[in-house]
């Protein structure tokens, strides 16, 4: 398993899922994380289990899509930790409307959270991350990201834009030191998703389209973002892992 020791990480939208998966990892290979989310509660459960297991962690309250918040997390995180190495993207909204019947208010709230947040998470850590001249940056898209969903054009917008940020801001930040990549999960099994995976039909439907027939779990998320965390994806900056029990093989 790859080494954090000594590397404090931030997960945002780690309250719960894929987020909370990610912590739990990076503690366990000795980072200390930094646990967000929009709701207290959810951040002490989390913490509470990570304690728990005798690692090193903090919380704190956080709104992606508000600028102001994701830069006092950053600047608290220092204060606390002395530095930040890792910043993980992961906060992120899912709604759907067909594009003819969505309105304005919809398609911003998920730009703020699912795009604007993963802007303000890479500009504020990678002011940071500069000072060391070492990096790692983990943005997560998804398989909407890769190809369009009816009923999904505000998500897959900002999934495809996350993708785009995320090649440009590695040619930015590759001078120093900083990598920067992305995660495009598929199907996985967290509260976002429980109206597909917790529908045998609609779940059932869904396999047919992967090559490994089953929901994926946050833990096959947390192994990716763990590899690109690590000092052994020193050499993998500007493109993104795929994990998707290969849904999208086919494209």
Request: glycine fraction near 10%.
């Amino acid at each position: 398993m790859s080494d954090l020791t000594g590397k404090v990480a931030i997960i945002t939208g780690s309250g719960r899922g894929i987020g909370a998966g990610i912590a739990k990892t990076f503690s366990e290979s000795g980072a200390k994380v930094v646990i967000t989310s929009r709701h207290q509660n959810e951040c002490d459960i989390v913490v509470g289990e990570i304690k728990k297991a005798g690692h090193e962690v903090f919380c704190e309250v956080c709104d992606v899509s508000n600028e102001d918040q994701v830069q006092s997390l950053v600047n608290d995180t220092v204060k606390k930790f002395g530095g930040l190495h890792i910043m993980v993207n992961n906060a992120g909204v899912f709604e759907q409307k067909p594009v003819d019947e969505m309105d304005t208010a919809l398609w911003k709230k998920v730009q703020a959270v699912d795009l604007d947040g993963v802007f303000f998470g890479t500009k504020y850590a990678a002011l940071q991350m500069k000072k060391k001249n070492w990096g790692r940056i983990i943005n997560i898209s998804s398989v909407a990201g890769l190809m369009g969903f009816g009923g999904s054009a505000a998500y897959c917008a900002a999934k495809f834009g996350v993708r785009g940020f995320t090649k440009a801001a590695a040619i930015d930040l590759a001078p120093y030191g900083i990598t920067v990549n992305s995660i495009c999960p598929g199907l996985i099994e967290t509260k976002m998703t429980e109206a597909f995976t917790n529908d045998p039909s609609i779940l059932q439907t869904m396999e047919q389209s992967f090559l490994v027939k089953r929901a994926g779990m946050p833990k096959d998320i947390a192994n990716a973002a763990l590899y690109l965390a690590s000092e052994e994806a020193s050499y993998v900056t500007g493109t993104e892992i795929v994990v998707d029990g290969g849904w999208t093989a086919h494209l």
